[in-house]
């Protein structure tokens, strides 16, 4: 039978044998059909035919996908579009489009809720952090000075008060953690921002007053010839040349007397700060370690294996689960090893052992922290310990630069007490306008660098008329170092005494059977001799 | 509607048993409609020349409208080729088992389509985050997102190469670009 070719283009239908590309059916137009009649379709332009519901299917089920819904009315093999059509009422375009709306508000939601969240959070922790800020800064520079510098009202603070007060408890927190002794902390930096820093707020205002009446105006000329005072230091100099020196010749000096104390040099990890395991805190049922990146001194490697192996030894508590906030390679059974390869200083070890003896009991994260933040309390407290020693002390009065005793109302302002050297008082010396004018360009940029240099170095007129608190707690609080760490090194030096004089009572063999005992002859003669004694 | 999923793998059975499997596949086991083990070999010059790997496929009741799991078996001391895209554990990242599945492809299909793309690799290497992936792996491979950067293309022309063999296409629909 030859094919006629006709004008008509051939559909689904006209084909001798159907094949769904998805269920995979076949069905034949010539066999009589079993079942009821599928329809059929030719949705594109190859020749993959389907069964509607089957191809119906197979679209609803990759426009559920999100991965496949691009695609989803396209043809896998040519790429056509299937072209459909379908019931979609006003209504339903409209539901799904404003569903679709509603969706992506909520998302934006979403996201801002969890920003909020976190804006709460950060800002409470913030103000938590400015008011420590404000109450340390008080502390170390005294209500006097306090109420010119900053006031106990935030809408008087400069706008770098808002940067440094923060920053004060998280610096004196890190301090207390530095790995190495040469890292030096953001705290003194921090504290000289304020010498420097112009009166706020009502005192501002009334020493502004005070000057612009022309009496007060008239004194200023014999300011001029007022001997300056040279004590105490400038604040600013002070804590950036001199601090630094102090605290390595503090550390050289505690190393000494640690070495005379105890017999031994000081050990390595205490004297970095970190033992090389990192640091671990005891916090009652569980354990904090943290892994800092420590580096070895390497100039006494010996005495830095053994080191590590009494760590791993004695500091490995059971029970407790480890919250580690680091991997910890476990390198223990090593390390024991290596401490017995070491040869020991007797004397090291003992030292070694006090010292991880307080260890157990003085390591806790919220010790170290709690310790940091009382600091600017602490060195207060010895301020005025030293204020009240001074009444009775001439030398310690002439130390602490205490000019005058009973809180000053104007502060500042008076006059009475002689200028500072270090601080230029502008009025006292350049301040007359006449001057400024009569001088010419160079002197005016010299004279006004030397301004601002003496501000800088000396601190505002302000700090340096008012009671010199900073200094003597600054004093006191080293002092209080001082006797902290005495204290500690007595501790140790106890320790090691008790360890050193440990005896174990000694017992007989009284309930033992004498039969196990594997003992010498002369036991036995001895025995028959007091029993020869005892009947005598 | 199970039975779609049955009628189609007998169908696919029946043709597999009566034309034989491709060079280099073989069927191994098919004694249900729920996993089915292949193996497969990559004949020629490869890399993998001579290694026979064992190919795992996982039907669900809405099969061919989903797409099967497939996966090499890693146990009873059996390995994964060693392949940019095949994890240690067995999953593939294809993109025919994922987003660009069809009922177009058929087991047999998949099977050719994972032997040309080991035969097309040009360099033995484990996929980059494979130990992260194998750590973290669902027992499904399907239930991995996986991500087809520049791998679509080069599966795609192999699919097609596939179609042509099965049905007539017009010439210009073939893509010769990878």
Known sequence: MAATPTARVPTVNDLRVKLCYICREEESAEDPQQGPARAWTHPCNCTLIAHEQ?????????????????????CPQCGTEYEMTSDEPVLLRVMTVSNRILQKLGRYFSVFAAAGVFAVVGTSIYICLTGYGAWALQNFIGKELYDQLLTDDPVNWPWSA??????????????????????????????????????VGAHAKRIYEYWL?????????????????????????????????????????????????????????????????????????FVIRIRANVEEDNNAPQQGQGRRGGNGQALQPPPPPLIDLDDEPQNNPQNAANAADQPQDPNAEVVEAAEQLIEINASSLGRRVAGALL?????????????????????????????????????????????????????????????????????????STKMILATWFGGSTTWMGADPVWWRNCVGF???????????????????????????????????????????????????GLRRVATI | MASIAARRLAKELREIQSEGCPVGITLLQADDFSKWLFTIEVMGDSLYQGEVYTLQFRFDPQYP??????????????????????????????????????PVLSVVAVCVTLQSMLASCKKKERPVDNDRYVRTAPENPKKTLFHYDGKRKALSVSVYANAVRSQTIPQEELTTDV
């Open chain 1, 54 to 74: 089957c191809l119906l299917k197979w679209i609803q089920a990759s426009q559920g996908n999100a991965a496949r819904a691009p695609n989803a009315l396209k």
């Open chain 1, 213 to 285: 009446s022309p009496e007060n105006a008239n004194k200023l000329p014999k300011m001029r010839f007022q001997r300056p005072a040279l004590w105490p230091p400038p604040p600013v100099a002070f804590g950036l040349f001199v601090v630094p020196f102090i605290k390595a010749f503090y550390r050289i000096a505690y190393r000494r007397v640690y070495k005379r104390v105890l017999g031994t040099a000081m050990p390595l990890r205490t004297r970095n700060g970190v033992p090389p395991g990192g640091l671990r805190f005891n916090e009652g049922p």
């Open chain 2, 65 to 102: 409208i989903s797409s099967p799991a497939v996966q090499f078996v890693v146990t009873d001391g059996k390995q994964a080729p060693i392949h940019p895209h095949v994890y240690s554990n067995g999953h593939i990242c294809a993109s025919i088992l994922g987003n660009e599945w069809s």
């Open chain 1, 375 to 447: 600091i600017p309390a602490i060195s207060n407290l010895m301020g005025s310990l030293l204020y009240r020693l001074s009444k009775h002390s001439r030398f310690l009065r002439a130390f602490l630069g205490i000019r005058r005793y009973g809180s000053s109302k104007g502060g500042g302002v008076g006059l009475g007490a002689p200028p500072s050297f270090w601080s230029l008082n502008p009025w006292g010396r350049y301040g007359l306008k006449r001057e400024w004018e009569e001088m010419s360009p160079m002197q005016v940029f010299l004279n």
């Open chain 1, 162 to 199: 808002w940067i440094n007060l923060p920053l004060i408890p998280i610096s004196l927190i890190l301090s207390r953690f530095q790995p190495t002794p040469s890292v030096h902390s953001l705290l003194v930096p921090l504290l000289i921002v304020w010498p420097p820093s112009p009166p």
């Open chain 1, 478 to 528: 080293g002092l209080f170092v001082a006797a902290k760490d005495a204290l500690q090194l007595l501790h140790l030096w106890l320790a090691k005494k008790e360890l050193e004089s440990r005896k174990v009572k000694d017992k007989d063999f009284a309930g033992v059977d004498i039969r196990e005992l594997d003992l010498l002859p002369e036991f036995f003669a001895g025995r028959e």
